[in-house]
């Protein structure tokens, strides 16, 4: 489990936003992570996994990912692939060897509330970039802030909350 203070959350989403500031190419929301150039390592029968963080960036091997599996990324968390069915799982392995949803290590890893969390990384990348940057900027993120950035879905959780 990643248990990070608020000071290194707020430095993942400085890392994260430079990443994707630098190769917007590899940002993308649809799918947690997407490649087909990747080398991979065996981790147990049928899952494979990115050796580091330099597969993914240098050179650039054709990997996408959203938010979250950037933050598991960059906080060393490797991203796991099921070979059986040539998917990725929505799955990081961290270094002590524990699987985790990467939605849950993206709420461990950024600034915010989990509500706001949990609608942003199903957002477009609009929306994920201005939020992103936000709390790259120092701010926690709120539900009211993503729908201020134009998340529908935060409009929604809101108004279902009144």
């Not at 993942?12 to 991979?40: D, G, Q, Y």
């Not at 091997?61 to 938010?67: A, I």
């Not at 991203?79 to 709420?107: C, M, Q, S, Y």
């Amino acid at each position: 489990m990643i248990k990070l203070t608020d000071t290194q959350k707020f430095e993942t989403a400085k890392r994260v936003n430079e990443l994707i500031k630098r190769k917007p190419h590899m940002f993308e929301m649809n799918s947690w992570a997407n490649s087909t150039l990747l080398s991979f390592s065996e981790l147990e029968e049928g899952y494979v996994f990115l050796n580091s963080l330099e597969d993914l960036i240098e050179p650039d091997c054709g990997t996408t990912m959203c938010l979250a599996g950037w933050g598991a990324a960059v906080n060393g968390c490797k991203l796991v692939k099921d070979e059986r069915f040539n998917k990725w799982d929505p799955i990081a392995v961290d270094e002590h060897g524990n699987k985790r949803n990467i939605e849950t290590v993206g709420f461990d890893v950024f600034p915010g509330e989990e509500d706001a969390l949990a609608e942003l990384f199903y957002e477009n990348e609009t929306v994920a970039k201005k939020a992103i940057q936000f709390m790259a900027d120092g701010n926690w993120l709120t539900l009211e802030d993503l729908a201020n950035m134009g998340s529908t879905r935060a409009e929604d959780r809101l108004e279902y909350m009144s």
